[in-house]
Nanobody
Framework: VQLQASGGGLVQAGGSLRLSCVAS????????MAWYRQAPGRQRELVAR???????EYAASVKERFTIARDSAANTAILYMNTLKPEDTAAYYC???????????????????WGQGTQVTVSS
């Protein structure tokens, strides 16, 4: 399963960006799609996650500012980032968990794929 992330860039504080992550390849289903970020010298952290049961999860630092959405027809996760702050500067990575094809129409073994990072830089 391949992930293609896009949408990063340079923006001024208070601005907005939209990140997209498209999953492609042969798989049975997706159980969650998430965005993580990693700033220089810091550990990778979860930013937002969408789960198939409809639940969403956000880091406390981005609640009320970021929204994750899923376009199921296009196997795409979109991260809407508003009111960006300099501390949001990081490389953003998408992650998709799901199941590969099994026998017949049944799901097979699980997978977890990562996309390449897309840089978000917020200037003050």
């Amino acid at each position: 399963v391949q992930l293609q992330a896009s949408g990063g860039g340079l923006v001024q504080a208070g601005g907005s960006l939209r990140l997209s992550c498209v999953a492609s390849g042969a798989f049975h289903s997706i159980t969650s799609m998430a965005w993580y970020r990693q700033a220089p010298g810091r550990q990778r952290e979860l930013v937002a996650r969408w789960e198939r049961n409809g639940n969403t999860e956000y880091a406390a630092s981005v609640k009320e500012r970021f929204t994750i959405a899923r376009d199921s027809a296009a196997n795409t996760a979109i991260l809407y980032m508003n009111t960006l702050k300099p501390e949001d500067t990081a490389a953003y990575y998408c992650n998709v968990d799901g199941a590969l094809h099994g026998i017949g129409w049944s799901p097979g073994r699980s997978f977890s794929s990562w996309g390449q990072g897309t840089q978000v830089t917020v200037s003050s």
